[in-house]
Nanobody
Framework: QVQVVESGGGLVQAGGSLRLSCTASGLPFDSYAMGWFRQAPGKEREGVACISASGGSTGYPDSVKGRFTISRDNAKNTLYLQMDSLKPEDTAMYSC??????????????????????WGRGTQVTVSS
């Protein structure tokens, strides 16, 4: 059974930083590209970062490029998201997932949720102004 668990969320002031973690079990972690997604109340889910299975390529939308950094430690089956220069508009529930469709090891740009599965429950990030 696949389990994905996120942690590291919290309340932070604008301009601050947070580091999210995501641990996966029950799947060959180093065979899957992984992604981070967020969803705020009343808004559509947005892919904010992806990383290839090897860690050699990453992708971000313009909204977070230069502020967020995705990384992974395949030896620990763990995915990370370093978030710097946080803004109030970054407030959302953040979830991670594995790419399960169309070349599961690849990250070719900002992730699209329709190609990802094995979702975690998420961790809340709140940025105060």
């Amino acid at each position: 059974q696949v389990q994905v668990v996120e942690s590291g969320g919290g309340l932070v002031q604008a301009g601050g930083s947070l580091r999210l973690s995501c641990t996966a079990s029950g799947l060959p972690f180093d065979s899957y590209a992984m992604g981070w997604f967020r969803q705020a109340p009343g808004k559509e889910r947005e892919g904010v970062a992806c990383i290839s299975a090897s860690g050699g390529s990453t992708g971000y939308p313009d909204s977070v490029k230069g502020r967020f950094t995705i990384s992974r430690d395949n030896a620990k089956n763990t995915l990370y998201l370093q978030m710097d220069s946080l803004k109030p508009e970054d407030t959302a529930m953040y979830s991670c997932a594995a790419r399960i469709l169309y070349d599961r090891g690849a990250c070719t740009g900002p992730p699209s949720g329709i190609t990802y599965g094995y979702w975690g429950r998420g961790t809340q990030v709140t940025v105060s102004s």
